[in-house]
């Protein structure tokens, strides 16, 4: 079942803060985040398993609520770089990966 | 250490054709997962492989099918192609099955079908 992103897309000016949210209606084991540029394949950015860790990159940090089923990626003082399709992967203990529809990113100057 | 790779890049079919994609994997690792990624339906899981084996098959017809080959190298087939097969083929690869592994992404095969 494949997971449900929000939003669908966001615009942001530089500095700006972000929060993309991935949610399940399954249990899940495991929440993969990636970044997609425009005609470039997806990049891995972090792996969170149930516990509700929290784990960050840079300013870029996700936790993860496994009794609500949830994940959230928090992007604070965003970057150009930034700008992408972001793509959370859920797995529920049986290495089937399902990502969610993506949510478009874009930081303006 | 390279990448993963894919070939080809681009490709163009006719509808009834069948087509064969190919995925080389970062070297030592073993997991292969194909996906499918059309405009607004983000990344649909196809199938993975792991020593050989098909450990996943996601919800795609039987005309889509694959392998992997003993040093990893995977490929898929698509057979009677159709208009809605047009997308972007992804594999990734990782070191092993599990939890901890992340994917690690091709630039993938634009397939487009007339």
């Known amino acids: 079942q494949q997971p449900v992103q929000s939003p669908q897309a966001v615009i942001l000016r530089e500095g700006e803060d972000a929060v993309i949210n991935c949610s399940s209606s399954?249990?899940?084991?495991?929440v993969h985040w990636y970044r997609q540029k425009h005609g470039e394949a997806p990049v891995f950015l972090m792996i969170l398993l149930k516990g509700g860790e929290q784990k960050g990159h840079e300013k870029i940090s996700a936790s993860f609520n496994e009794k609500k089923q949830q994940s959230s990626l928090y992007l604070t003082a965003s970057q150009l770089s930034y700008s992408g399709t972001y793509f959370c992967?859920?797995?529920?203990?049986?290495?089937?990966?399902?990502f969610g529809a993506g949510t478009r990113l874009t930081v303006k100057p | 250490k390279a990448g993963v790779t894919q070939t080809p890049r681009y490709l163009i079919k006719t509808r009834g054709q069948q087509v064969t994609l190919s995925c080389s994997p970062i070297s030592g690792h073993r997991s292969v997962s194909w996906y499918q990624q059309t405009p607004g339906q983000g990344l649909q899981f196809l199938f993975e492989y792991f020593s050989e084996t098909q450990r996943n098959k996601g919800n795609f017809p039987g005309r889509f099918s694959g392998r992997q080959f003993s040093n990893s190298r995977s490929e898929m087939n698509v057979s009677t192609l159709e208009l809605g097969d047009s997308a972007l083929y992804l594999c990734a690869s990782s070191l092993g099955r599990g939890l901890t592994y992340e994917q690690y992404f091709g630039p993938g095969t634009r397939l487009t079908v007339t």
């Open positions: 992967g859920t797995e529920f203990g049986n290495n089937d990966m399902r």
């Open positions: 399954k249990a899940l084991y495991s």
